[in-house]
């Protein structure tokens, strides 16, 4: 099996900031895109920021600017830098990882538990 563990969630102020981290364990072959989603109550979940094995990373226009996802491989963790943290911001971030296992020809999306953000004065 595969798990993805986020940490580094919690309450900040307007106009502060976090990081998000995502560790993904188990059995693994390679991992190809990983992203962060987050979803407020009442809302659908949403995407806020992607990258891919190469590097090439995509943002929500919201958090453009704001934030930076970033990975480190060889650990096969994901992470994200959160600055000019806004209201708007508070959800429950989810980390995703597009993982291919052993034995399988193609990649298959794995979710962690996710971890609650606030920002709130």
């Known amino acids: 099996q595969v798990q993805l563990v986020e940490s580094g969630g919690g309450l900040v102020q307007p106009g502060g900031s976090l990081k998000l981290s995502c560790a993904a364990s188990?059995?693994?072959?390679?991992?190809?895109?990983m992203g962060w989603y987050r979803q407020a109550p009442g809302k659908e979940r949403e995407l806020v920021a992607v990258i891919t094995g190469g590097g090439m990373t995509h943002y929500a226009n919201s958090v453009k600017g704001r934030f930076t996802i970033s990975r480190d491989n060889a650990k096969n963790t994901v992470y994200l830098q959160m600055n000019s943290l806004k209201p708007e911001d508070t959800a429950v971030y989810y980390c995703n990882a597009d993982i291919l296992r052993p034995g399988s020809t193609s990649y298959t999306d794995y979710w962690g538990q996710g971890t609650q953000v606030a920002v709130s004065s």
């Open positions: 188990g059995s693994i072959v390679s991992i190809n895109t």
